[in-house]
């Protein structure tokens, strides 16, 4: 079983930046698809960013194109998620998730991840 332990997360005024990560340990760290999901009160969990095993493919929600960058270290188990330009409807609970496969592109459904962590708190105010 993947451990998986969101930081990064906090208040950001709209138009700031944060950077989130996601250590991972228990198991081989290159085996699997890596994915940011979030999820807002009242809304279902979304996936906003995800990246294959190698880092060579990444996959973003339309609403963050742009503005959000995914990226993977392999030798330190972690992903990251670089966040810019954020705005309030970004505020959500920040999940890192993970699926097995050394698939050629990321995952993009919800079902494919098997692994979560606690998730971490993005709120933007305006």
């Known amino acids: 079983q993947l451990q998986l332990v969101e930081s990064g997360g906090g208040l950001v005024q709209a138009g700031g930046s944060l950077r989130l990560s996601c250590a991972a340990s228990?198991?081989?760290?290159?085996?699997?698809?890596m994915g940011w999901f979030r999820q807002a009160p009242g809304k279902e969990r979304e996936l906003v960013a995800g990246i294959n095993w190698s880092g060579a493919s990444t996959y973003y929600a339309d609403s963050v194109k742009g503005r959000f960058t995914i990226s993977r270290d392999n030798a330190q188990n972690t992903v990251y998620l670089q966040m810019n330009s954020l705005n309030p409807e970004d505020t959500a609970v920040y999940y890192c998730?993970?699926?097995?496969?050394?698939?050629?592109?990321?995952?993009?459904?919800?079902?494919?991840?098997?692994?979560w962590g606690q998730g971490t708190q993005v709120t933007v105010s305006s």
């Open positions: 228990g198991l081989t760290f290159s085996s699997y698809t």
């Open positions: 998730a993970a699926g097995l496969g050394r698939t050629v592109v990321p995952r993009t459904t919800r079902w494919q991840y098997n692994n």
